[in-house]
C-alpha cells in the first residue's frame, strides 16, 4: 500500500512545491514511504521517523498546497498503520480539487485514477479496513479522516474498491 500511496502523493507535490520551492520534505516524505514499500526501510524505523520532516499545516498557505503536504505525511505514515493509504489518496484527491475550483470533477477523476492504479494486493489490503468513521481508533475512525470532503473521497474510494472484487 505504501508504493500506491506514493504515487497519489506524488501526483500533486508539485501543488506544494510552486508555493514553497525548494523545501523538498514533501518529496522526502514521499522517498521514504517508497523505500517502505521496497523493504528497504523497515517497520520500526518507519515508525521512528513518521514525525520526522513533516511540513506544518501552517507553513504554506494555499489550500492545495497544505493538502499535498498531507498527502505525503500520510504516505510515509503508512509504515505505521495502512489505512493510512486512504489519508494520502484522501488528501491528494482534495488537493486536486482545491487546485482546480472551476473543475468540480477534479476531485472525482482522481480518484477514478486512484482506484485504476491500485494492484490486485492493494486492493486486497484495503478490503480488509473498516469502513471509514465506523471504527472507534485509528486515522479511519471519528476525526478528520471521517468527516466533509475527505471523509466522502475516502467513502467513495472504499466503495470503489468494494465494486472491483478481488482484482
Same mark, same amino acid.
Given at each position: 500500500?505504501?508504493?500506491?500511496?506514493?504515487?497519489?502523493?506524488?501526483?500533486?507535490?508539485?501543488?506544494?512545491?510552486?508555493?514553497?520551492?525548494?523545501?523538498?520534505?514533501?518529496?522526502?516524505?514521499?522517498?521514504?514511504?517508497?523505500?517502505?514499500?521496497?523493504?528497504?526501510?523497515?517497520?520500526?524505523?518507519?515508525?521512528?521517523?513518521?514525525? =520526522?520532516?513533516?511540513?506544518?499545516? &501552517?507553513?504554506?498557505?494555499?489550500? !492545495?498546497? *497544505?493538502? @499535498? +503536504?498531507? #498527502? $505525503? /505525511?500520510? %504516505? =510515509?505514515?503508512?509504515?505505521?498503520? &495502512?489505512?493510512?493509504?486512504?489519508? !494520502?489518496? *484522501?488528501? @491528494? +484527491?482534495? #488537493? $486536486? /480539487?482545491? %487546485? =482546480?475550483?472551476?473543475?468540480?470533477?477534479?476531485?472525482?477523476?482522481?480518484?477514478?485514477?486512484?482506484?485504476?492504479?491500485?494492484? $490486485?494486493?492493494?486492493? =486486497?489490503?484495503?478490503?480488509?479496513?473498516?469502513?471509514?468513521?465506523?471504527?472507534?481508533?485509528?486515522?479511519?475512525?471519528?476525526?478528520?479522516?471521517?468527516?466533509?470532503?475527505?471523509?466522502?473521497?475516502?467513502?467513495?474510494?472504499?466503495?470503489?474498491?468494494?465494486?472491483?472484487?478481488?482484482?
Amino acid at each position: 500500500m505504501a508504493a500506491w500511496a506514493a504515487d497519489c502523493a506524488a501526483r500533486v507535490v508539485a501543488l506544494f512545491e510552486a508555493e514553497a520551492p525548494g523545501d523538498a520534505r514533501p518529496r522526502a516524505l514521499i522517498s521514504r514511504a517508497r523505500a517502505f514499500a521496497r523493504g528497504e526501510l523497515g517497520t520500526a524505523e518507519g515508525i521512528r521517523r513518521r514525525f =520526522a520532516g513533516g511540513v506544518g499545516a &501552517g507553513e504554506v498557505t494555499a489550500p !492545495a498546497a *497544505a493538502a @499535498a +503536504a498531507r #498527502a $505525503a /505525511g500520510q %504516505a =510515509a505514515a503508512v509504515c505505521h498503520m &495502512g489505512a493510512h493509504a486512504l489519508g !494520502a489518496a *484522501a488528501h @491528494a +484527491a482534495n #488537493a $486536486a /480539487g482545491l %487546485a =482546480a475550483p472551476g473543475r468540480p470533477q477534479a476531485v472525482d477523476d482522481e480518484v477514478r485514477w486512484q482506484l485504476g492504479h491500485m494492484s $490486485a494486493e492493494v486492493r =486486497a489490503a484495503l478490503r480488509a479496513l473498516p469502513p471509514v468513521g465506523t471504527d472507534s481508533s485509528g486515522p479511519l475512525g471519528p476525526g478528520l479522516l471521517a468527516s466533509g470532503q475527505l471523509g466522502r473521497i475516502i467513502h467513495d474510494l472504499q466503495a470503489g474498491v468494494a465494486q472491483h472484487g478481488s482484482g
